[in-house]
Nanobody, 115 residues
Framework: QVDLVESGGGLVQPGGSLRLSCAAN????????MGWYRQAPAKPRELVAA???????NYADSVKGRFTISKDYAKNSVYLQMNSLNPEDTARYYC?????????WGQGTQVTVSS
């Protein structure tokens, strides 16, 4: 049973920053990819950022230059540094991991950008 636990969400003003964390209960080197998705009310879940086992990253066009995904093997964690947040970034953010057999999801953490 793979558990992914997100943290770091909250309420932030436009232009502010947040750092999301996702802690796995297994060594993350087993996952060929890990990433962050988000889902706003009445909208489909969308990919925000992903990182492969080799360290390659990709980002949604809407967050390029503002968000950075990283991982720490020693802590079995993946992070999402979010800068220059705007109200359109408001959503529930989910951690995702994929191995050879399936994908895994966390419960999500809410990010609200509002003045």
């Amino acid at each position: 049973q793979v558990d992914l636990v997100e943290s770091g969400g909250g309420l932030v003003q436009p232009g502010g920053s947040l750092r999301l964390s996702c802690a796995a209960n297994e060594i993350i080197s087993r996952f060929y990819k890990m990433g962050w998705y988000r889902q706003a009310p009445a909208k489909p879940r969308e990919l925000v950022a992903a990182i492969t086992s080799g360290g390659s990253t990709n980002y949604a066009d809407s967050v390029k230059g503002r968000f950075t995904i990283s991982k720490d093997y020693a802590k079995n964690s993946v992070y999402l540094q979010m800068n220059s947040l705007n109200p359109e970034d408001t959503a529930r953010y989910y951690c995702n991991a994929g191995d050879v057999s399936r994908e895994y999801w966390g419960q999500g953490t809410q990010v609200t950008v509002s003045s």
